[in-house]
Nanobody, 120 residues
């Protein structure tokens, strides 16, 4: 079992910046990739924004490359997402997903979500 706690988010004007953080705790297994996803109003699916592997290797959705930076502190099991030059269409609920390895199995845990609102 993993507790996933997100913080950050809020409201900003277009072109502004926000940062998110995601902390995973309570795990006795190996924490693998941690990623941020977003769910746009009116859509059911959550799309990947960025993720980072346990070795620090980042992965970005194409539209955020060059504007968003994801980083990881393994000692704290915490991932940070710095979002710059935000656009109104990026208004969404942002969710953190943590992959936990137990034995030969991987499990995913989601945070409760945090609202990001970008006004034009």
């Amino acid at each position: 079992q993993v507790q996933v706690v997100e913080s950050g988010g809020g409201s900003v004007q277009a072109g502004g910046s926000l940062s998110l953080s995601c902390a995973a705790s309570g795990s006795t297994g190996k924490i693998g990739a941690i990623g941020w996803y977003r769910q746009v109003p009116g859509k059911q699916q959550r799309g990947l924004v960025a993720s980072v592997d346990s070795d620090g290797s980042p992965n970005y959705e194409d539209s955020v490359k060059g504007r968003f930076t994801i980083s990881r502190d393994n000692a704290k099991n915490t991932v940070y997402l710095q979002m710059n030059s935000l656009k109104p269409e990026e208004t969404a609920v942002y969710y953190c997903k943590v992959l936990l390895g137990l034995g030969s199995h991987w499990y995913q845990y989601w945070g409760q979500g945090t609202q990001v609102t970008v006004s034009s």
